[in-house]
């Protein structure tokens, strides 16, 4: 079965870049979120959307912006990064007619040196 | 918003004993509560999840619990196996949809 795709698997940035990250969600799953995850830490909601609207917000910078698109892939913009924003980037999908039930992709593991 | 609690922060058990873990939630609210396992730099893969509307669910040797009216449910594992050494986490509904974690329980299986 198809799964939630995530790329690219790692990044390497320096201190003051960018980095786009991309996620593909299962066929048919119509809300995409984005979780962060420090290491020995418990992922962090950072923001969610649903049909290609923004549902949900949390401790995403404002450095960060997301979008969904038209084929409802996601995309994670991370600007000036900081040696703090190091961290696995999951991204999760689930169908709006079931509560709950998130899958998740792989993860991205961005480094900022 | 969602606070979920969990504890304990690490856990040791012997091979073959049992495991529990148990967290607590804030928002009386929700009414979904799923149960994560991770592997080191692995994504978090759904062991079981429970809805409010039964307070007790079974899949082989995992089990959860729910108690709505003091607001907590629990994990438990019987029969441990050392492939069950991973980090546990557990997670409440808020709002639409959003899962809030718990701080995540770190289980090692002694052989």
């Known amino acids: 079965a198809a799964g939630v795709i995530q790329s690219p698997r790692h990044l390497i940035k320096e201190k003051r870049e960018t980095a786009t990250l991309k996620c593909y969600p299962i066929?048919?799953?119509?809300?995409v979120y984005w979780y962060q995850q420090g290491p020995g830490q418990d992922p962090q909601f950072l923001i969610s959307f649903y049909e290609k609207m923004q549902s949900d917000k949390g401790s995403i910078p404002d450095r960060f912006s997301a979008q969904q698109f038209s084929d409802y892939h996601s995309e994670l913009n991370m600007s000036s990064l900081e040696l703090g924003d190091s961290a696995l980037y999951f991204c999760a999908s689930s169908s709006g007619a079931t509560t709950g039930e998130l899958f998740f992709g792989e993860g991205s593991r961005l480094t900022v040196l | 918003g969602e606070n979920v609690e969990q504890h304990p922060s690490t856990l040791s058990v012997q091979e073959g004993d049992s495991a529990v873990i148990k967290c607590t939630y804030s928002?009386?609210?929700?009414?979904?509560f799923p149960w994560y396992k991770q592997e080191l730099g692995k994504r978090p893969q759904l062991i079981i999840d429970i809805r409010s509307n039964v307070g007790e669910k079974k899949d082989q040797r995992i089990a959860v619990t729910l108690n709505k009216t003091a607001k907590h449910f629990s994990l438990h594992i019987t029969e441990t196996q050392p492939e069950d050494s991973a980090v546990y986490f557990c997670?409440?509904?808020?709002?639409?949809?959003?899962?809030?974690f718990g701080q995540g329980t770190r289980l090692t299986i002694n052989p």
């Open positions: 997670a409440g509904i808020q709002g639409a949809q959003k899962l809030v």
């Open positions: 066929p048919r799953h119509d809300t």
């Open positions: 928002d009386s609210a929700s009414n979904y």
